[in-house]
């Protein structure tokens, strides 16, 4: 069985860019999430999508945006890059609902803004 | 707001040891607990779950434990290996899941040979 799929792995941007990342749940999970890693801030949450609807956002401002499609693949879109939005965004799926069950989390995408 | 602890930041003990990893967290009304492994530059990978109801979940040599009373957990690995080395990562689900999981800053973990 596939695991979580996270395209692409490395990207270089520049400030006032933005930035699509995809994510591929593993087959038959309904719930992807995401989350921002850096160094200082740890692990943060950034949204949840279940069956293509937003079911909670964390505390990033609304330049950070997600969205699901009918096959539960998910992208989440980042628009006027900062320089301190270089980070590892992570994906992760879950057959429910993702507070209740086991997460599955992808490789990542490693965003470096210049 | 939930706030989750790991102690220590760091460890480093020669291959064969027996080991436990701290969590703490602050709000005992959560769904769950997951320990994670993340190896350098690396995704996350789950390693075990531990729903509220229950006291401890076993998977080969790792062994967690859940005191939700207290707010905390151990994740203890028998006759640590090189290839244990890692950071690992302790996540509450709380609140309906408002916040996602809350992680805790992680132990870095160090299996000398």
């Known amino acids: 069985k596939a695991g979580v799929t996270q395209t692409p792995r490395y990207l270089i941007k520049t400030r006032g860019q933005q930035v699509t990342l995809s994510c591929s749940p593993i087959s038959g999970h309904r719930s992807v999430s995401w989350y921002q890693q850096t160094p200082g801030q740890g692990l943060q949450f950034l949204f949840e999508y279940f069956s293509e609807t937003q079911r909670n956002k964390g505390n990033f401002p609304g330049r950070f945006s997600g969205r699901q499609f009918s096959n539960s693949r998910s992208e989440m879109n980042v628009s006027t890059l900062e320089l301190g939005d270089s980070a590892l965004y992570l994906c992760a799926s879950s057959p429910g609902f993702a507070n209740t069950g086991e997460l599955f989390f992808g490789e990542g995408s490693r965003l470096t803004v210049l | ?113």
Do not use: M
């Open chain 2, 1 to 113: 707001k939930q706030e989750v602890t790991q102690i220590p930041a760091a460890l480093s003990v020669p291959e064969g040891e027996n080991l436990v990893l701290n969590c703490s967290f602050t709000d005992s009304a959560i769904y769950n607990l997951q320990w994670f492994r993340q190896d350098p530059g690396k995704g996350l990978t789950s390693l075990l779950l531990i729903q509220s109801s229950q006291r401890e979940q076993t998977s080969g040599r790792l062994n967690a434990s859940l005191d939700k009373s207290s707010g905390r957990s151990t994740l203890y690995i028998a006759a640590s290996q090189p290839g244990d080395s890692a950071t690992y990562l302790c996540a509450v689900s709380s609140g309906g899941g408002a916040d996602g999981l809350t992680f805790g800053k992680g132990t870095h973990l160090i299996i000398q040979p």
